[in-house]
């Protein structure tokens, strides 16, 4: 389902993420915004201490089984001696790098994050008062590494700590310069409940037609955002054929008792947010 910027929130949408679970709003951001984003998270990637320790995935490279499970659960990370080197070197060893405190290091950011149509969307859907979840900000990288993680088709069925993910919704926005952007996002639109398969980070090569049926890769331009349910949907992103930035938020109820990992937000900022917005970040730590 592709909506434009006005869209209007009502029944149909909630019907959508609950049978399809993604939808494509176009055009949402302006492009141009985007790419001023996009050159300063360019300009972070020359410095190792914005972002997290990136896993070494050349070490992993004839480990499958480990390159199908999340990234974080990965132990070995990147030698000091090769990060150092730059990403023009080091992104030969890994797939992509997380970015520390994306509110803190861009903080325009907020723009994005706090968007209030979005807010009300969210709260629409999941019903009731939300919160944020950990905000990523990340960069990947085209090589000839191995697929994994989110590059195989999987679920959000755990969060990085083990624990039973809950209700969430999830919103990703491709932050790249250029035309179409599309094939990033890879999604199966029908619930995994009502699908007979039920395999973690798995390929497009193992899809049976069902699920090639209801395989869909949405065309993207910047601008445009994907909102879709991670929990009850699979989905993946394919590898990039040029350096990607992405943006990931996430969504969930008020009352989700997991501890999410902490995001940082600037008090001055915090304090000019309007009363809808600070509830999305009440968890979130004001430095
Ligand atoms: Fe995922």
């Given at each position: 389902m592709y909506l434009n910027k006005k869209f209007e929130i009502n029944e149909s949408l909630k019907k959508q993420i609950h049978n399809k679970g993604y939808l494509v709003v176009q055009n949402y951001f302006e492009p141009n915004f985007l790419r001023k984003i996009n050159s300063k998270i360019n300009r972070l990637?020359?410095?190792?201490?914005?972002?997290?320790?990136?896993?070494d995935i050349k070490f992993y490279k004839k480990q499958t089984k480990k390159l199908k499970s999340p990234n974080g659960t990965l132990k070995k990370t990147l030698d000091k001696k090769i990060l150092s080197s730059g990403y023009k070197k080091f992104k030969y060893f890994t797939n992509g790098v997380s970015y520390r405190d994306p509110l803190l290091k861009i903080r325009n950011l907020k723009k994005i994050v706090f968007d209030e149509k979005f807010i009300k969307l969210m709260s629409y859907l999941i019903g009731g008062d939300i919160k944020l979840g950990p905000l990523k900000m990340a960069t990947y990288f085209n090589n000839k590494l191995p697929k994994n993680c989110i590059n195989y088709f999987h679920s959000d069925h755990l969060t990085a700590d083990g624990k039973k993910m809950s209700k969430c919704l999830k919103v990703s926005i491709s932050l790249n310069t250029g035309g179409k952007i599309g094939g990033e996002y890879m999604h199966i639109a029908k619930r995994k409940s009502k699908l007979k398969f039920n395999k973690q980070y798995f390929e497009k090569k193992l899809m049976t037609p069902e699920l090639k049926d209801c395989l869909v890769i949405p065309k993207l331009s910047l601008g445009d955002v994907v909102v879709f349910d991670p929990t009850n949907f699979y989905h993946a992103a394919a590898k990039p054929k040029n350096k990607r930035n992405m943006l990931y938020l996430e969504y969930t109820s008020k009352n989700n008792k997991n501890v999410p990992f902490p995001t940082n937000i600037f008090k001055t900022d915090y304090k000019k947010l309007s009363k809808l917005q600070k509830k999305l970040a009440s968890s979130f730590i004001k430095s």
């Open positions: 990637l020359v410095d190792q201490n914005n972002f997290l320790p990136p896993r």
